[in-house]
């Protein structure tokens, strides 16, 4: 079945380090990919979007990488602070969403930040 | 401009008990959508809906309804609350499908079954 998954439940980094979480997708169909963070007891936040034509997109401190051919998906913090702790979702937009705007979601990575 | 509000907060239901999770959003959006986060987890998708009067059911849609009668409110109804039901719930909105440009959550409404 359909599933987008995160290598690793948490990152702890350093203040100033970058970092670089990472997310695998099984859906080949999905063409559309979101990155949200979603702080404690808030919901989540969009972050930086990426369609599957392009494998690269920047923004702010922040760069998503798509990988087509692994399914693979990044989302890499420049300079990370202390703010940007949070538990950070990858999300696709599934096989047969149509014009529903439905996503699926994976388990998310909390990210630490140490001073 | 209020974007997504959820109400309440918080619950606690015993079982059995019957509750309406409300959802309103002010930005005259025509996509709404309820997910649920368990601890730990990833958001799953219970319902959702492309406009008023029209709605679909997610992938966990056992044990709840919804309904759409406006553009703005989009209420979700848990009949027979279950521990299983036990989550975070959130309501989103989008003012496009096939992208998710915009795509606004509410602040979420945590509810306990005991």
């Known amino acids: 079945g359909e599933s987008v998954g995160l290598h690793l439940p948490t990152l702890s980094v350093q203040e100033g380090d970058n970092s670089i979480i990472n997310c695998a997708y099984s859906n080949s169909a999905s063409d559309y990919f979101i990155w949200y963070k979603q702080e404690s007891g808030k919901g989540p936040q969009f972050i930086i979007d990426?369609?599957?034509?392009?494998d690269k997109r920047q923004g702010q401190r922040v760069t998503v990488l798509l990988n087509k051919t692994v399914k693979h998906l990044s989302l890499q913090i420049a300079a990370t602070q202390p703010g940007d702790s949070a538990v950070y979702f990858c999300?696709?937009?599934?096989?047969?969403?149509?014009?529903?705007?439905?996503?699926?979601f994976g388990q998310g990575t909390t990210l630490q930040v140490k001073p | 401009n209020a974007g997504v509000t959820q109400t309440p907060k918080f619950r606690i239901l015993k079982i059995g008990q019957s509750m309406t999770l409300q959802c309103t959003q002010d930005m005259n959006h025509n996509y709404m959508y309820w997910y649920r986060q368990d601890p730990g987890m990833g958001l799953k998708l219970i319902y959702y809906s492309v406009g008023a009067g029209i709605t679909d059911k997610g992938e966990v849609p056992n044990g709840y309804n919804v309904s759409r009668s406006t553009t703005e409110d989009f209420p979700l109804r848990l009949e027979l609350a279950a521990p299983s039901q036990t989550s975070v719930y959130f309501c989103?909105?989008?003012?496009?499908?096939?992208?998710?440009?915009?795509?606004?959550f509410g602040s979420g409404t945590r509810l306990t079954v005991v």
């Open positions: 990426i369609r599957s034509n392009m």
């Open positions: 999300a696709e937009n599934g096989r047969g969403s149509g014009n529903t705007g439905k996503l699926i």
């Open positions: 989103a909105s989008s003012p496009v499908a096939g992208t998710n440009y915009g795509y606004t």
